[in-house]
């Protein structure tokens, strides 16, 4: 569906995309048949056949990205005021998305407002990542941020696991040191001449990259402290 293939993401391709994706997935089959659930900042619904056996509902206000489809949205309004009814929702799914809202506590408020009594948030978000979705993106977050933000708007329950250790941060860190390099052209059938010369030293540096990603994946368990991870996953209930 539309622009994002967060699910065919592989592991070495976007190692923070990966680890969402499997949280999501997690989720997914985590909740029984029938739950209403609310995709806060779905963007293109990347999420929702994992849904299918949910009452799946979307909301975004549609202006992260401009090569983005939103038209799949059953809401585009602010996640800091959501056109909703109160305690509309057995669970809500926020993943990505706190770090582009400007009022991220008044968002997690709204959230709690649309939880049914019990129901739970799924939350994540990045700690350190580079800017993106440029001008609507305003923070990062410590496991100590997030917590402290969902228990102001009422949740309970909060848990605040890492997404992977400092490895795994590392591993999603290095292709983004690769240079840029003109690329063949093959596959657009725009041939670049440039590209074309280029073409075995592109490969060869993004194989060495492969291989040191591998063994930063590899080595990632033994970062017992886990306090300096590319992101958190949350779980939060009313």
Same mark, same amino acid.
């Given at each position: 569906?539309?622009?994002?293939?967060?699910?065919?993401?592989?592991?070495?391709?976007?190692?923070?995309?990966?680890?969402?994706?499997?949280?999501? @997935?997690?989720?997914? #089959?985590?909740?029984?048949?029938? %739950? +209403?659930?609310?995709?806060? !900042?779905?963007?293109?619904?990347? =999420?929702?056949?994992?849904?299918?056996?949910?009452?799946?509902?979307?909301?975004?206000?549609?202006?992260?990205?401009?090569?983005?489809?939103?038209?799949?949205?059953?809401?585009?309004?602010?996640?800091?005021?959501?056109?909703?009814?109160?305690?509309?929702?057995?669970?809500?799914?926020?993943?990505?998305?706190?770090?582009?809202?400007?009022?991220?506590?008044?968002?997690?408020?709204?959230?709690?407002? @649309?939880?049914?009594? #019990?129901?739970?948030?799924?939350? %994540? +978000?990045?700690?350190?990542? !580079?800017?993106?979705?440029?001008? =609507?993106?305003?923070?990062?977050?410590?496991?100590?941020?997030?917590?402290?933000?969902?228990?102001?708007?009422?949740?309970?329950?909060?848990?605040?696991?890492?997404?992977?250790?400092?490895?795994?941060?590392?591993?999603?860190?290095?292709?983004?040191?690769?240079?840029?390099?003109?690329?063949?052209?093959?596959?657009?059938?725009?041939?670049?001449?440039?590209?074309?010369?280029?073409?075995?030293?592109?490969?060869?540096?993004?194989?060495?990259?492969?291989?040191?990603?591998?063994?930063?994946?590899?080595?990632?368990?033994?970062?017992?402290?886990?306090?300096?991870?590319?992101?958190?996953?949350?779980?939060?209930?009313?």
């Amino acid at each position: 569906m539309g622009n994002q293939n967060f699910l065919k993401t592989t592991k070495l391709a976007d190692v923070a995309r990966w680890c969402v994706s499997q949280f999501v @997935v997690s989720v997914a #089959g985590s909740l029984p048949p029938g %739950t +209403a659930v609310l995709d806060a !900042g779905a963007g293109e619904c990347a =999420y929702k056949d994992l849904f299918s056996h949910c009452t799946y509902k979307s909301i975004d206000l549609g202006i992260g990205d401009s090569s983005w489809d939103y038209r799949h949205l059953d809401y585009i309004a602010p996640l800091d005021n959501m056109p909703i009814d109160d305690e509309c929702f057995d669970a809500v799914l926020c993943t990505q998305v706190l770090e582009h809202v400007s009022n991220p506590f008044d968002t997690v408020k709204e959230i709690y407002r @649309v939880l049914k009594p #019990g129901g739970q948030l799924f939350l %994540t +978000a990045p700690m350190s990542q !580079g800017e993106h979705q440029i001008p =609507y993106d305003y923070f990062r977050y410590t496991s100590y941020g997030l917590r402290h933000i969902c228990e102001l708007a009422g949740f309970q329950s909060v848990e605040v696991s890492p997404l992977g250790g400092m490895f795994l941060r590392w591993a999603y860190e290095v292709p983004r040191a690769m240079p840029d390099m003109p690329t063949s052209g093959i596959k657009s059938g725009k041939i670049n001449l440039a590209g074309l010369l280029l073409a075995p030293v592109r490969i060869f540096i993004l194989s060495i990259v492969r291989l040191v990603q591998m063994f930063l994946i590899l080595v990632d368990p033994l970062d017992k402290d886990k306090v300096d991870p590319w992101g958190w996953k949350v779980v939060a209930r009313k």
